[in-house]
């Protein structure tokens, strides 16, 4: 193999790695969990981000290499490449929400319910706590009922409220954006406010 296509491999492994899914999850995280590694240096989200990293660094190195090897040839390699990277970046997503549509079309279990863009705003009277919330959820297959509350992210392990699930109906093989209210009780203190980004939910299925 010519150095050329060695350099075209690194732009490619390099775009995989910095990319998001169509959850705007980092797909060079995917690919290091699935090898067994974690990728932040400190874990759990903190220290250095080593997909995104790697990933700039062969993209450099992949660009000036084959650069190099191809403008003789290809006067305007440069800018085509930075084309194509452009389209991968704004293609990939819906290439990844096609595929999950794809592998999981007949699936009834909870692998086949993902959550993406979610905001909640707090307010509270006393330790009545109301969270308006608004996600996107992807129903991959054939789930027509689940049951959903939010969950606070763990930098909030001080604030203990307890959310009420809500039963929603699902239309199959559909990417749905919701708005839901949700009651809870906080059970150490009074008075939680605020907007969080990035809620996590928990879901139980509820198929007839």
């Known amino acids: 193999m010519k150095k050329g296509h060695y350099s075209l491999i690194a732009i490619i492994l390099g775009l995989f790695l910095v990319s998001q899914n169509h959850l705007k999850h980092s797909f060079g995280d995917s690919i290091f969990k699935a090898f067994g590694f974690s990728p932040w240096t400190n874990g759990q989200n903190s220290g250095l981000h080593l997909p995104v990293i790697i990933g700039i660094i062969l993209l450099i190195m992949g660009y000036i290499g084959a650069v190099r ?119 150490n203190g009074s008075g939680f406010t605020g907007s969080i980004q990035e809620v996590g939910f928990e879901v139980g299925i509820n198929n007839n």
């Open 69 to 187: 090897y191809f403008r003789s040839r290809y006067p305007k390699i440069l800018s085509r490449l930075v084309i194509g990277c452009i389209v991968f970046f704004l293609v990939f997503p819906f290439i990844t929400e096609g595929v999950m549509f794809l592998v999981k079309y007949n699936s009834s279990g909870i692998d086949s319910i993902d959550i993406s863009s979610s905001k909640c705003s707090f307010k509270s009277e006393e330790n009545i706590v109301t969270a308006d919330c608004s996600f996107t959820l992807f129903n991959y297959g054939e789930v027509d009922k689940i049951a959903i509350n939010p969950i606070l992210p763990n930098y909030l392990d001080d604030v203990d409220i307890k959310f009420e699930r809500i039963v929603i109906p699902l239309d199959k093989h559909i990417r749905m954006t919701f708005g839901l209210p949700f009651k809870g009780i906080q059970r």
